[in-house]
């Protein structure tokens, strides 16, 4: 299957700081990616879908001026934690779309902020 | 509306059989979805279902029935690793994943 990675994996960082979390796809061109969070012992929440060369859309409830979401290329999707605070301490997840395989999302690895 | 429903916790025995049911309701249907989910790791794709019937792929099995809402995961012949939550999500009419809270499945020896 394809192969998406996240950078950092971990990331801790003091309050108010900004925090850019990478996802790339390895080995295909994803038009579409997609942010997730989750919390301890709860399922996955679709923060955004992030399309290539237009703005993500966010799912209610998620604010776009805090969750900065740039998808610049074919394989690389950003999210920026602006102005962090511990409530935003949580399991960020992307995930890819194949265009040949348009029913399957690939994941990353995820990344685990911790804000202090 | 759509809603997505996982039983939370399920518990059995290494070497035998357990099935992880999975009930939906949408309007919009293009497939169900079984992921793994260990501690503190991404989901990793186990199955997918987009007609009625059974997808067996080695000790991982999964069913889906479209009139009645319904999947089910059965794993036979249970490993320790194979203790972790399990995610159903089936996909919208818009291919967006909706997702399930997950079961979180214990294995004792």
């Known amino acids: 299957g394809a192969v998406v990675s996240q950078h950092p994996s971990r990331v801790i960082c003091k309050s108010g700081t900004s925090v850019k979390i990478e996802c790339r796809s390895l080995?295909?061109?994803?038009?579409?990616m997609f942010w997730y969070r989750q919390f301890p012992k709860q399922s996955l929440m679709l923060m955004a879908t992030?399309?290539?060369?237009?703005?993500?859309?966010?799912e209610q409830g998620v604010e776009k001026d805090k969750f900065l979401i740039n998808h610049a290329s074919l394989t690389l999707s950003t999210l920026t934690v602006t102005s962090a605070h511990p409530e935003d301490s949580s399991f960020y997840i992307c995930s890819a779309r194949a265009p040949k395989e348009a029913n399957e999302q690939f994941f990353g690895p995820g990344t685990r902020l911790t804000v202090l | 509306g759509q809603n997505i429903d996982q039983p939370t916790e399920m518990t059995a025995t290494e070497g035998a059989i357990v099935q992880i049911n999975c009930t939906y309701q949408t309007s919009g249907f293009n497939g169900l979805f079984w992921y793994q989910q260990h501690a503190g790791e991404a989901p990793t794709f186990l199955s997918y279902?987009?007609l009625d019937g059974l997808e067996e792929k080695g000790r991982f099995s999964s069913f889906l029935s479209r009139s009645k809402g319904y999947s089910y995961l059965l794993l036979k012949e249970l490993q320790m690793k194979d203790s972790a939550s399990y995610l159903c999500?089936?996909?919208?009419?818009?291919?967006?994943?909706?997702w399930g809270a997950g079961t979180k499945l214990i294995i004792k020896p």
């Open positions: 279902n987009v």
């Open positions: 999500a089936f996909m919208d009419s818009n291919y967006q994943l909706i």
């Open positions: 992030s399309n290539e060369g237009s703005k993500a859309t966010y």
């Open positions: 080995d295909f061109q994803a038009t579409t």
